[in-house]
């Protein structure tokens, strides 16, 4: 027997590890009523994590079976997106969440095996060889799937000390990353209380274009590997940007740092996809999907502002309304956006605002730059877990370094 063969004797198939418990579907009209949350696709992050988002409860019939406490994991074995981000992708029920329910889309784990931890399963669905297994395994063009089968054949590695500590490590990152983003939700719902307070989102006879700027023009990139944002990447609970790509800029919408992008197409603008630029590099020029509109403070007008604007209720019924286009596919332009009146603000309170904002904001571009220091550290991390050669003084150093 080989030195591989004998290190891999003591591995194990999920199908020696968990059993699977298919979600259902549910009555559309019992939404919204006291129940359980339901965890479908959009409760899962591309590549596994939980995605926190306008979760809706469910009043129906839901057998016990089907019910998620936290702690519990479930994943998806379908995917809507061809580069297979969803496939296969695993999260965990938060504490906050409380009790969830199984859609038709995705599949509860239940842990069999004594010999192996729930947080440790979790990780190991999060590793980047775990992701091209099922990349590999596809099923479909359209819409791709991961048969049970290939899925339950998947072999994962013992719980050795090493990797458990490598474990530790990663739930300490993944809890950091997570305070961060709590100070970001806190800081969006605290400054949009105070941008209520201005009075100038109500209604008035001040035109928003004497404050704003829909689709500004705005420099072509001037480099061929131009910051990309897709339509993914715009948060809907908080003001950050987190992920964006490199690619040659080919049209779409341009941007720079201080601009706000808001999804202008059915269901991303009804849920609420909003996001504030500020990770370009001075004067440089960002790209981004032809459905976003961009929105731009005017000269003397608090950068921030078009933000909250853009997250302010009525404004964005003012939106939705405007909306045109065939089912499914309906759009808002950003000439029909911008027919919008608000009060004349008080020159002296917005400024204030503005003042208070924009040192809020620095705080939080800073927890944005660390919590993505940390998740280049997770993924290096996670790289080494399944191969189990990362020892873990070596990676507590590499953590100490990235921080």
Not at 320 to 340: C, D, L, N, T, Y
């Amino acid at each position: 027997m080989s030195i591989l063969e004998n290190s891999m004797s003591d591995w194990q198939t999920l199908g020696e590890v968990v059993t699977l418990q298919r979600g259902t579907t549910y009555l559309s009209r019992r939404l919204g009523e006291p129940g359980p949350v339901l965890l479908g696709l959009g409760a899962i992050q591309r590549h596994g994590g939980f995605k926190k988002g306008q979760l809706k409860t469910y009043g129906g019939e839901s057998a016990d079976k089907l019910l998620l406490r936290p702690g519990d994991l479930f994943l998806s074995l379908k995917d809507v997106t061809q580069d297979a981000a969803l496939l296969g992708a695993v999260a965990r029920v938060p504490t906050s969440v409380g009790v969830g329910r199984l859609t038709q889309d995705t599949v509860k784990l239940t842990i069999k095996a004594t010999d192996v931890r729930a947080d440790y399963l979790y990780w190991v669905l999060r590793t980047p060889q775990y992701r091209e297994y099922c990349r590999q395994h596809a099923i479909g063009t359209t819409n791709l799937s991961l048969s049970r089968e290939d899925f339950l054949s998947y072999s994962i590695p013992p719980a050795t000390a090493d990797r458990v500590k490598l474990i530790i490590l990663l739930e300490a990152i993944e809890s950091k990353i997570a305070v961060n983003d709590r100070i970001a939700a806190t800081y969006d719902s605290l400054f949009q209380a105070k941008f209520v307070e201005l009075g100038t989102a109500e209604e008035g006879d001040c035109p928003v274009t004497e404050l704003v700027d829909f689709n500004p023009r705005t420099p072509r990139p001037s480099q061929e590997d131009a910051v990309y944002v897709d339509m993914a990447a715009l948060p809907t609970r908080q003001s950050s940007i987190r992920t964006w790509t490199r690619r040659p800029p080919k049209g779409g919408s341009r941007f720079q740092n201080g601009d706000t992008l808001l999804a202008r197409i059915t269901p991303c603008l009804e849920n609420r996809k909003t996001g504030y630029v500020d990770f370009l590099k001075e004067n440089e020029t960002g790209a981004g999907s032809t459905e976003f509109i961009v929105m731009r403070s005017r000269e003397g007008v608090p950068p921030e502002f078009s933000y909250f604007l853009a997250r302010d209720e009525r404004f964005r019924e003012h939106a939705i309304r405007k909306m045109v286009g065939s089912s499914g596919r309906q759009r808002v332009s950003a000439a029909e956006a911008a027919q919008f009146f608000v009060r004349r603000p008080n020159l002296g309170r917005l400024s204030a605002f503005g003042a208070e904002v924009g040192a809020a904001f620095r705080h939080l571009k800073s927890l944005m730059e660390e919590s993505r220091v940390l998740e280049r550290l997770r993924d290096t991390l996670l790289l080494e877990l399944m191969s189990g050669r990362l020892r873990v003084k070596d990676a507590q150093k590499v953590a100490e370094e990235a921080v």
